[in-house]
C-alpha cells in the first residue's frame, strides 16, 4: 500500500487549492480515505473523509464544511481535497491516510500555507 500526496503550496487568504492523494496497493472506493492535517503545536485532525462502493459517502469537520470538498476518481484511484476560501489557519501539512485489513497507512505529507 502506498499513499503519495501533492498539490501543496503558498496561498493568499482566500484562495484555493487542490490536493491529491494517489493510492496504490488497494482501492480507495471499497476501503475508503481520509484527508488528515497537522498544523505545528496541535495535534493531527481528520479534515474529510470519502468512502465510494454503492453508496458514497463523505464527512468533514465542521471548520472546513462549505470550503473544502473531497472527490474520487475510481479510474485512477486518487482522491482529491479541494479548498476554496482558504484561511490562515488552515496552515498545516495535509496527510492522506487508509485503514487496510487492520493496518494503518498514511502518505509523506504536503505542506499547506495561508499567508498573504
Known amino acids: 500500500v502506498q499513499l503519495v500526496e501533492s498539490g501543496g503550496g503558498l496561498v493568499q487568504p482566500g484562495g484555493s487549492l487542490r490536493l491529491s492523494c494517489a493510492a496504490s496497493?488497494?482501492?480507495?472506493?471499497?476501503?475508503?480515505l481520509s484527508w488528515y492535517r497537522q498544523a505545528p503545536g496541535k495535534e493531527r485532525e481528520l479534515v474529510a473523509h470519502i468512502i465510494s462502493n454503492f453508496n458514497s459517502r463523505t464527512d468533514y469537520v465542521e471548520s472546513v464544511k462549505g470550503r473544502f470538498t473531497i472527490s474520487g476518481d475510481n479510474a485512477k484511484n486518487t482522491v482529491f481535497l479541494q479548498m476554496s476560501n482558504l484561511k490562515p489557519e488552515d496552515t498545516a501539512v495535509y496527510y492522506c491516510?487508509?485503514?487496510?485489513?487492520?493496518?494503518?497507512?498514511w502518505g509523506q505529507g504536503t505542506q499547506v500555507t495561508v499567508s498573504s
Open positions: 491516510y487508509a485503514r487496510v485489513l487492520s493496518n494503518d497507512y
Open positions: 496497493g488497494f482501492t480507495f472506493s471499497t476501503y475508503g
